[in-house]
């Protein structure tokens, strides 16, 4: 007898689970996004810190903070993964709910706190096709699902970035370009880079797509916080970057 209660209080714990995940999975939110971040070997390391210290900081900037609950949700769901050659991609922080500046504040400790996991080529399109099954995963539904690349540099590494693109654009899914110009860059990096017509354009034909999708320039990795809280302002509040700046002044 003593089983069969101990069976039936772990039928009614599984079944209480199963429960508070399926509403989970239909708790909506105003935005999924997907930060990806570049840490291929043309990033070094004190880029590769300013990055992570820009992206924790732009999260719980009181700009950004405001954008998320400013929507009818008050709250949207982000998953910051870091991306380099073919293969080499992984979820740093999955799914997070961030409605209030603790929650931010908390996405952006456990980024802080996470290991560097790669420094290889480029791929861009590894990072687009790792990134559109995440919204499959998130235990959150929003109508907006945005792709937030940044890089340094073209794709050397992979398959075709259009087509990655491409397919990705028509699931529904928006993606972003953040552009980190590099100064000076040294002479087996310069063309990967700076690419003929320069980075931003090559990320604005080859890499951003969907509904409203927008490329932002960092002049340099020392730009990339105020660039990246210009940028999440704009995404979250379905802003152009023309309307960003008009808001800025």
């Not at 290889?120 to 699902?145: H, M, W």
């Amino acid at each position: 007898m003593a089983r069969a209660f101990r069976c039936a209080l772990a039928l009614l714990a599984f079944s209480i689970a199963v429960q508070l995940t399926l509403a989970r999975a239909s708790e909506p939110v105003d935005l999924l996004l997907v930060l990806a971040a570049d840490v291929s070997r043309s990033v070094d390391q004190p880029k590769f810190q300013l990055q992570r210290e820009g992206y924790a900081a732009a999260i719980a900037h009181p700009r950004v903070v405001s954008a998320i609950t400013s929507g009818p949700n008050k709250r949207i769901a982000v998953c910051f993964v870091e991306w380099s050659g073919v293969g080499a991609q992984k979820v740093i922080v999955d799914w997070t709910l961030i409605g209030d500046p603790a929650a931010a504040r908390r996405f952006g400790d456990q980024l802080l706190e996470a290991s560097r996991p790669f420094a290889d080529r480029t791929s861009i399109s590894g990072a687009i096709d790792f990134a559109v099954p995440l919204f499959d995963q998130a235990p959150y539904e929003a109508a907006r699902r945005i792709i937030d690349v940044s890089g340094d540099g073209d794709n050397n590494a992979g398959r075709d970035v259009t087509a990655a693109r491409d397919e990705a654009v028509a699931k529904g899914i928006t993606i972003n370009g953040l552009v980190i110009l590099t100064e000076n860059p040294p002479p087996w990096s310069s063309g990967h880079t700076n690419p003929p017509g320069g980075l931003e354009t090559y990320y604005r034909n080859n890499v951003i797509g969907g509904q409203g999708a927008f490329v932002i320039t960092a002049e340099n990795f020392e730009a990339f916080g105020r660039a990246i809280i210009a940028k999440m302002v704009a995404e979250i509040a379905a802003l152009s970057p023309r309307q960003q700046v008009s808001m800025d002044r």
